[in-house]
């Protein structure tokens, strides 16, 4: 069974040449990388023919359509029986092919998604980062984590299915949160994603947590969408960001202005968090650095959430967008 990693990518020469170098190191060579350039103006084709010799790769480069657009492009080119996606920024371990088949021929899986970690080489920041993204105390282990608190969806930093579904199920398509969606559609069409532990990456997300923050706030937004398109999808745990927020605002309120008490549990709440992402990093200094960015993550989150509600279903603003978005097609 031939693999095909289609990567779609926008002025990422230096994160593309790391994914590179992860993918020469494969020890299961079954596999061809699909590179769609979506219009940068930043190229990385002189990095795509150094690793020319090291890697099988096709090299697209297409007008400035979006990811999904990108994705889909990349399919219609691919070789390969199973197609794999992931991001830009993401290194794959050695094993990374020879785990995914090993996988899919001890129990095959029509979808399937693996969960990310952090790699020795990221920045402190992103290792923090990785943190505030996958421990159950900020995400309820809703990204690949051993405990989770809903069904798992695959997304597209770690995910793949087979041709037939594609076929089937069409592209993704061009919205925010479109792996979701991708995710959801598949479901529906009767096959069942799974989770594949064994096969993770190393995403190294944003670089910062100003450009953190945009991120997971088009991220709360984009769950309002997603509720539009497939009602009854919001589970508890989308909730929890949104809660959190309030619930941080009303509970500093009343410290200041009836009793310190009040933010004892807020002080818990963080304390358990510093502990547990002291543990999981191994750094002192990471680990407060995850306090941070976890901060980042659930108010991010918690107020785009809130926005998009009030927004969309409270104001009925959103019936339009998501009426748009269903008539949209995977191209």
């Known amino acids: 069974m031939l693999f095909s990693l289609i990567v779609p990518v926008y002025n990422r020469p230096d994160e593309v040449a790391d994914l590179l170098e992860s993918l020469a190191a494969q020890t299961d060579r079954g596999f061809e990388l699909i590179l769609v350039e979506d219009g940068s103006t930043i190229p990385c084709r002189d990095i795509t023919e150094r690793y020319a010799g090291k890697v099988d790769i096709r090299y697209f480069m297409r007008p400035n359509e979006g990811r999904s657009i990108a994705r889909n492009y990349g399919m219609q080119q691919a070789r390969g029986d199973y197609f794999v996606f992931v991001d830009s920024d993401c290194i794959l371990p050695p094993d990374y092919f020879e785990s995914l ?43 690949g984590g051993k405990v989770q608190m809903e069904k798992f969806v695959p997304r597209t930093f770690n995910m793949g299915f087979a041709r037939r579904v594609w076929e089937r199920t069409g592209g993704f398509r061009e919205m925010f949160s479109e792996d979701i969606d991708m995710s959801t559609r598949i479901r529906q069409a009767g096959y069942a994603p799974q989770l594949i532990r064994d096969v993770r990456v190393f995403h190294k997300r944003r670089g910062n ?49 009836v009793s310190p008490w009040w933010v004892l549990p807020l002080g818990v709440y963080i304390a358990a968090l510093w502990i547990s992402a002291i543990i999981s990093t191994r750094s ?19 107020t785009g959430f809130i926005r998009a509600y009030v927004w969309k279903i409270l104001l009925r603003h959103g ?13």
Request: positive net charge; hydrophobic residues 50%.
């Open 101 to 143: 088949r090993r996988s899919l021929a001890e129990s095959w899986a029509d979808c399937f998604g693996g969960p990310d970690a952090a790699h020795e080489s990221f920045t402190d920041t992103q290792k923090a980062i990785n943190f505030a993204m996958t421990s159950f105390l900020t995400t309820g282990g809703i990204r």
């Open 319 to 331: 019936r339009d967008e998501a009426q748009e978005i269903a008539m949209r097609k995977g191209k």
């Open 284 to 302: 002192l200094k990471i680990g407060t650095m995850a306090v941070a960015a976890s901060m980042v993550q659930l108010f991010g989150y918690g």
């Open 209 to 257: 947590l100003a450009k953190f923050w945009r991120q997971v706030h088009v991220f709360g937004m984009s769950r309002i969408t997603l509720q539009l398109l497939y009602p009854g999808s919001m589970k508890a745990v989308h909730w929890m960001p949104a809660i959190f927020t309030i619930g941080t605002v009303a509970l500093i309120l009343l410290g200041i202005f």
